[in-house]
């Protein structure tokens, strides 16, 4: 605005002789007319400035747009075909619970650790799980063409002794907040020998975090969860300690008929011969 007002007179004193013909009336009409020429080269400029910034951003936009997308982390191994833990070690306050420990746990197969308490039976659970970390060693799983994995949390559930049940129906104690159809929830009730044991069926209501549900249907259904989430490897820690024999022998029989790998720890079974392999941890 303001060059667009000074350049007109000021070419008039410094250019006198292209000036001559001019009298001062014109060059008053020069200046005025040139405020109507500033507005719409002011925004011509503007937009000629806002055009090149766009033009900067819309590039930058593409070059993202046109970038290849990085395979998605699932943690998920396809395949598994067994677990290897090498010279893996753990300790807690300074006291060493598992030294230099080696063993390799084929898919499909159920294993039993049983040793004293205290002895890391659950810390190794704990380490497959991810729930703990490792001081020295490595845990991995290997796929069918021999690659070695490291991180395969979603092959892997753990069911506890005493697993937790949220006042709500049987329906959202299993689905925990994900999609699943009736269909699939009342498949794994039958699996688990629970599709006939509640009234209502899938909207029974838990109460009291299950003060209305027996040890072990408690347990069936934290089995139930597993299965519906189809797992490769099941981490079982002393699940039936809390049961009468007669429902401790039910769920065992049910988790040793899944075909999957079973890592299961429990300080008395009265039939050993179940199992695929048995480690004891003192020798172990």
């Given at each position: 605005?303001f ?7 000021a070419?008039y004193?410094l250019f006198?002789?292209?000036f ?5 009336a014109?060059l ?6 040139s405020?109507?020429l ?13 055009f090149q910034?766009?033009k ?6 593409y070059?993202v747009l ?15 075909q067994?677990l290897?833990?090498t010279d893996?070690a753990k300790s ?12 390799t746990?084929e ?13 890391g ?7 497959i ?5 490792l001081d020295a ?12 994995f490291t991180?395969?949390t979603?092959n892997v559930?753990?069911?506890?002794q005493?697993?937790y ?15 699943f159809?009736d269909e699939?929830?009342?498949t794994?009730?039958?699996?688990v ?5 509640f ?8 109460e ?17 969860r597993?299965?519906l989430?189809q ?7 002393e ?13 065992r029989?049910?988790l040793l ?7 299961e ?11 695929d392999?048995?480690i ?5």
């Open positions: 605005m060059l667009g007002r000074v350049v007109p007179i070419l004193f006198p002789h292209f001559e013909e001019t009298n001062f014109a008053v009409a020069m200046f005025i007319a405020g109507t500033t507005n719409p080269l002011q925004t011509m400029m503007y937009s000629l400035l806002a910034e766009a900067s951003t819309t590039e930058k936009v070059a046109d970038e290849v997308p990085e395979s998605p982390q699932t943690n998920y191994v396809e395949q598994l067994r290897v833990c893996v807690f306050d300074n006291k060493r619970i598992l030294q230099d420990f080696n063993y746990f898919a499909g197969k159920h294993y039993l650790i049983r040793g004293a308490s205290g002895s039976k659950s810390t190794l659970l704990k380490l799980s991810k729930e703990e970390t060693g490595k845990i991995a799983v290997y796929d069918h063409l021999q690659h070695s991180d395969f979603q559930g753990m069911i506890q005493n697993p049940l949220f006042n709500a129906t049987i329906r959202e104690n299993l689905s925990l907040g994900q999609n159809q699939q929830l009342l794994v009730l039958q699996q020998g629970l599709d006939q044991e009234p209502e069926g899938l909207d029974f209501q838990v009291d975090n299950g003060k209305n549900v027996s040890g072990g249907q408690r347990v069936r259904l934290e089995i139930a597993f299965l989430r797992k490769d490897i099941l981490l079982a820690d699940i039936t300690a809390a049961l009468d024999p007669a429902n401790a022998r039910k769920v029989q049910l008929s899944l075909p999957i790998m079973i890592i720890v429990a300080h008395y079974v009265d039939d050993l011969s179940v199992y392999a048995v004891d941890w003192e020798v172990a």
